[in-house]
């Protein structure tokens, strides 16, 4: 039996999207947790056990991989990483973000770049194929 990964925290606003990529990482068959959040205040709460998150103890989902938007309302993707680099170690673990986007512009996966958090840059829509790059590159124990 293969290893799943422990959780995939999926961060957009869009309901459809985060369905349909719900739907291709069950089918991937790399984790039995799919959480989403629908921006990135929702993401810091869950990932710190904060707010509806709230739990007793010490114990934080670590999501091994996290797939996250740029633009959405409270709390966009920029200002997600912004907070999460700030984030205690033992909070954060060591998650595999990758910043999954409808935006073309070069400038904001150059801007990606600059964030040591983020460990790639995909656009939309999420795919099997990607999902598969994805854990070639960033699990290849899990495959």
């Known amino acids: ?4 990964l422990n959780c ?8 459809g999207t985060n369905f349909i990529n719900q739907m291709l990482i069950k ?21 710190t056990n904060k707010g509806k998150y709230e739990k007793a ?5 670590k999501p091994m991989l996290t797939l996250l938007d740029i633009n959405m309302p409270v ?3 920029w200002e997600f990483l912004e907070i999460y680099k700030n984030l205690e170690i033992h909070q954060k673990g060591e998650i595999i973000i990758v910043m ?9 996966k150059k801007r990606a770049e600059n964030f040591s958090d983020v460990s790639g840059f ?3 829509p999420l795919t099997l194929e990607i999902i598969k790059d ?4 960033h699990f290849p124990d899990y495959l």
């Open 134 to 137: 994805i854990m070639q590159k």
């Open 57 to 61: 103890g010490n114990v934080f989902p």
């Open 100 to 108: 999954l986007t409808t935006s073309l512009n070069p400038h904001d």
């Open 27 to 47: 089918k991937a068959d790399i984790t039995e947790n799919v959480q989403t959040v629908l921006n990135g205040k929702e993401a810091i709460d869950f990932i």
């Open 75 to 77: 709390m966009d993707g």
């Open 8 to 15: 995939v925290l999926l961060i957009d606003d869009d309901l």
């Open 1 to 4: 039996m293969k290893k799943k």
């Open 122 to 124: 995909k656009n939309k």
